[in-house]
């Protein structure tokens, strides 16, 4: 993710007046608040920065509008202006599998899962091979207490992609709340594996060995 900082910036210093690259950088802020225990205060600024100039040079941008979105329900907690903003990007592309995707999670994380379910569908259906797609679906239904279905989506997309991270996280919180936390052990251990026993990793698997009474 830094390294994708350094070549949106790259991207800046050759045509500061071009926006997308500003949304790179947004968006970027955004994945590290999703993915990393970094904390979400120092994120949000340069992710003010980088959103308010891009909307500034192209506020027609649909990229823009979603990542502005995103950024005022995960760091402003503020959903009415998040699904005003998503919604306005999928008028503006439509056919963007991330604007119908992002919308999606809100409004999971939101509580609405029978609405987020259709946005997700919509963005699976333009990109029918996104696992992260299909992660934010199997979030869904643990979040909506589907656990039978969380599961076969969350199983079916570790088998076509076994080295797929979020998905062990997934399966970590769906066995916990099943109450198989052995279970939610060995998803925890193959995730910070994966993730090379960094800080998010490590959390990961002391939640499931505390759930499974496990003292270290």
């Avoid at 120092?42 to 995103?70: C, H, M, N, T």
């Avoid at 251990?189 to 939640?207: N, T």
Wanted: charged share 25%; proline share 4%.
């Amino acid at each position: 993710l830094l390294l994708a900082i350094e070549q949106f910036e790259r991207a800046i210093e050759i045509d500061p007046e071009f926006a997308s690259p500003h949304v790179g950088i947004a968006d970027v802020r955004l994945l590290q608040s999703a993915w990393s225990y970094e904390d979400p205060v120092k994120l949000a600024a340069p992710w003010r920065v980088a959103i308010d100039r891009a909307v500034a040079l192209d506020d027609s941008l649909a990229e823009a509008q979603a990542s502005y979105g995103f950024g005022k329900f995960i760091f402003d907690f503020d959903p009415y202006t998040a699904f005003h903003a998503r919604r306005q990007a999928i008028r503006l592309e439509p056919n963007d599998s991330q604007v119908r995707h992002w919308y999606g999670v809100c409004l999971y994380q939101s509580g609405r899962t029978d609405e987020a379910l259709v946005a997700l569908e919509e963005s699976a259906m333009l990109d029918p091979k996104s696992h992260i797609v299909d992660f934010s679906v199997g979030m869904t239904y643990l979040t909506g207490r589907r656990y039978d279905e969380a599961e076969a989506v969350l199983n079916a997309t570790l088998d076509d992609a076994p080295d797929f991270v979020p998905i062990y996280q997934g399966l970590v919180y769906l066995h916990i709340v099943q109450g198989r936390t052995r279970e939610a052990v060995v998803a925890a251990q193959r995730q910070a594996e994966l993730r090379e026993y960094d800080a998010m990793g490590l959390a990961m698997l002391s939640l499931a060995q505390a759930a499974d009474g496990q003292s270290d």
